[in-house]
């Protein structure tokens, strides 16, 4: 398991090759910190040669999450194959992160800040409009 870190103009692009584990999350954590200290904001994780994300892998991502938020940073992820992006999905991880196609030009798409969470989706019930509201 290997990170490549490249720039692409004003985006840090961290590639994951292999798994992203317990064994090698702190290397991930270390990259984006160094980026960070450097004075970077922007920042793609690139899973295209990405196979395999346990939950210390996912830990680590949300961990990143907060890290970058916190410098006022933007976080992307991109090319997750279906069955990370299905992982994602169930961990409902997507409400935190935006989930990018592998068709984007150059490996990124728009800004993905955490999105905020979307009606129905964190386990409640949908409502309809407020029968006390005044028009």
Avoid: C
């Avoid at 992982?87 to 490996?107: C, H, M, S, W």
């Avoid at 728009?110 to 129905?120: M, N, T």
């Amino acid at each position: 398991m290997t990170f490549q870190t490249t720039k692409q103009g004003d985006v840090v692009v961290i590639s994951v090759e292999g798994q992203l584990v317990a064994g090698n999350r702190q290397q991930l954590r270390e990259a984006v910190v160094a980026e960070i200290d450097r004075g970077e904001r922007s920042f793609v994780i690139d899973f295209a040669e990405a196979g395999y994300v346990d939950s210390a892998g996912l830990g680590a991502l949300v961990s990143l999450s907060k890290k970058i938020r916190e410098a006022s940073g933007s976080l992307r992820l991109t090319n997750l194959n279906e069955d990370l992006r299905t992982l994602f999905e169930l961990t409902r991880l997507d409400t935190l992160f935006a989930l990018d196609d592998k068709d984007q030009p150059d490996g990124t798409a728009a800004d993905l800040r955490p999105r905020p969470s979307q009606p129905g989706r964190d386990g409640g019930a949908v409502r309809g409009p407020d029968p006390d509201a005044h028009p």
